[in-house]
């Protein structure tokens, strides 16, 4: 089969950021089946544009890039037109793609939907949409989407898409209900976690290298990896870092990017903190090394009733490098962590508590790789990305079949 994906912030397996459909591409590609991309001019994390350009990748993944306008991360409207380009680029981009069996949209943003269901109407084929995030909910929740009348044709448009889809996919259990209230039909939802390819985190890597690349040696790392934007709720990370500063063998390191960054290392240097420490996003490739070289993981999100439904999958990344995770984000992933023992759940917003948790940690060492090898051994049998390979291979042939 064949199977198009339309994905504005897609990341190949050299790129920084989440990598889940170039894992789901590469499975599908080694069994035989043909997995074409079209994505973005521009990285989403980083506004700049992407290394990797219009080919066939080393796993066989085809690639193509559609323009989009290049000023994601200046303002809301900037990023809306960012979001309006890719939609009506990759439509004329997916006119040009043959013999395709599926079209697979994904969500947020919301926009790249639209291309994804005309192309499947015009070429007559399945049309599959993949949920990540909850869009426009989150935004309003947040309290970027205010305008209400914004807001009704956001919600239209979401209502519109969920009815005219042929499947749905969910990354998190708890996204089936919402997508039932705005008028899907339960019977075409499906439920394919979040996870991780645990190929980039073997066991017992070494932990000095990514110390020593740093100048970090020594130190008690608390790393944060993912993106650097307003619902991350990092400005409460500055604050711990703040109230660790006479922790003078602790490090909190940041890696990524994101619309907030230049803001957050302004903050820093306002504080006039030195245990705090930016680097920018490295590949997926790296971030085996990257946490192996960390003490504990950190995971944050604003205290919104939003984000207690979502399945950050940073967090499973953690937990296949064998590290505890600090988890500041309540709801659903509160219960993975406490299912697997694998980590400390802090009130979302509360520096005190973040910071406090952070020198409980440091001070136990042997609860720390306990928590660990809980980690791992929980993720390899929950959320192994070879076993949600096969469950969306199977699907997609299910769906093609019945078409």
């Known amino acids: 089969m064949h199977i ?4 504005q912030a897609y990341m190949g397996g050299n790129e920084a950021g989440g990598t889940r459909h170039y894992e789901l591409g590469s499975y599908l ?9 079209i994505a973005s001019t521009i990285s989403y994390l980083t506004g700049k544009p992407p290394q990797q350009s219009d080919k066939l990748d080393s796993t066989g993944i085809q690639l193509f890039r559609a323009y989009t306008y290049p000023a994601l991360h200046r303002s809301y409207i900037h990023r809306a037109f960012s979001f309006i380009s890719f939609m009506i680029s990759s439509f004329f981009q997916g006119l040009k793609t043959d013999q395709v069996d ?14 994804a269901w005309l192309l499947a109407k015009i070429k007559r084929v399945p049309f599959v949409l993949e949920i990540r995030d909850l869009w426009p909910a989150f935004a309003v929740d947040m309290g970027l989407l205010k ?28 996204y089936e209900d919402h997508l039932v209230e705005k008028g899907a039909d339960r019977s075409i939802v499906s439920f394919i976690s979040n996870g991780v390819d645990l190929k980039y985190f073997p066991p017992n890597q070494e932990k000095g290298k990514f110390a020593v690349e740093y100048g ?30 006479d922790q003078p063998e602790i490090r909190i ?9 230049a803001d ?11 245990n705090l420490i930016f680097i920018p996003p490295l590949p997926k490739s790296r971030m085996g090394e990257v946490l192996a070289g960390a003490d ?15 399945y950050p999958n940073k967090v499973f990344d953690y937990m296949a490098a064998g590290k505890p995770t600090l988890l500041a984000i309540d709801g659903v992933i509160r219960k993975v962590i406490e299912d697997s023992r694998s980590g400390i759940f802090i009130s979302p917003g509360d520096p005190i508590a973040l910071a406090d948790a952070v020198l409980q940690l440091k001070n136990n060492p042997e609860y720390c790789q306990e928590m660990g090898r809980n980690a791992r051994s929980y993720v390899e049998q929950h959320f192994n990305r070879k076993e949600h390979a096969l469950q969306i291979e199977y699907l997609f042939k299910d769906i093609i079949l019945m078409d």
């Open 4 to 7: 198009l994906l339309i994905h």
């Open 29 to 37: 590609v080694a069994n035989d089946h043909t997995f074409s991309v």
């Open 102 to 115: 599926l079209i697979w949209g994904t969500s947020p943003p919301l926009f790249q939907a639209f291309p």
């Open 147 to 174: 305008n209400p009348v914004l807001i009704q044709m956001a919600e239209w448009a979401e209502r519109f898409l969920y009815r005219k889809a042929d499947h749905l996919i969910v990354n998190s259990p708890a």
């Open 216 to 245: 970090l040696e020594n130190k008690f790392i608390v790393l944060y990896a993912g993106a650097h934007g307003p619902a991350n709720d990092l400005e409460t990370v500055l604050e711990a870092g703040r109230l660790l500063s």
């Open 253 to 261: 390191v940041l890696v990524g990017d994101g619309k907030s960054k």
């Open 264 to 274: 957050l290392i302004a903050k820093k240097e306002e504080m006039g903190l030195t």
């Open 296 to 310: 504990i993981c950190l995971a944050t999100l604003k205290d919104i009733p939003m984000f207690k439904m979502t």
